[in-house]
């Protein structure tokens, strides 16, 4: 199972991560991913390099968001409704919108597949990680 968290083209890797769903109340309490501190400091430390600017790794966040299962699998396409309507962002010195699929499999694989809003730019995002090794 490999662990991503790719933004544009750079992995920042996986570090930390949080979560809690509610399977009877079909409720995502909270996810939370942040990406690697290490791998993130070595992007950010390359003075040529598209992070320079940035002070503290990406995080993922979805904040209680109810979700329906379709084949025993979680899929939330992440629209500007869902955006209004819940604490759902990518968190990268700002809260920066996001846009795509978002799902978790029976094997509590979650992947986001799609893009983000940073510094006026849209970037993909892409984020894979296995929620049973946290």
């Given amino acids: 199972m490999m662990k991503k968290f790719i933004i544009d083209s750079d992995d920042f890797g996986v570090g930390k ?9 079909k409720i995502i309490k909270e996810l939370v991913i ?17 992070w320079n600017w940035a002070l ?7 904040i209680e968001i109810p979700f ?13 409704e869902i955006l209004d309507d819940y604490d759902v962002a990518l968190y990268f010195m700002s809260h920066n919108d996001i846009e ?14 799609g893009y983000t809003y940073i510094l006026n730019k849209r970037l993909s995002l892409e984020v894979e990680i296995n929620l049973k090794s946290y």
Avoid at 56 to 62: E, G, I, S, T, V
Avoid at 70 to 79: A, D, E, L, M
């Fill in 68 to 80: 329906e299962l379709n084949s025993n699998k979680i899929i939330i396409p992440i629209t500007d």
């Fill in 34 to 50: 942040f990406a690697d501190e290490k791998t993130f400091e070595n992007l950010s430390d390359d003075e040529r390099g598209n």
């Fill in 56 to 62: 503290y790794p990406p995080k993922l966040y979805f």
């Fill in 17 to 25: 991560v949080t979560y809690n769903i509610d399977w009877e109340n």
């Fill in 100 to 113: 795509g699929e978002f799902s978790i499999d029976p094997n509590e694989v979650f992947m986001f597949t």
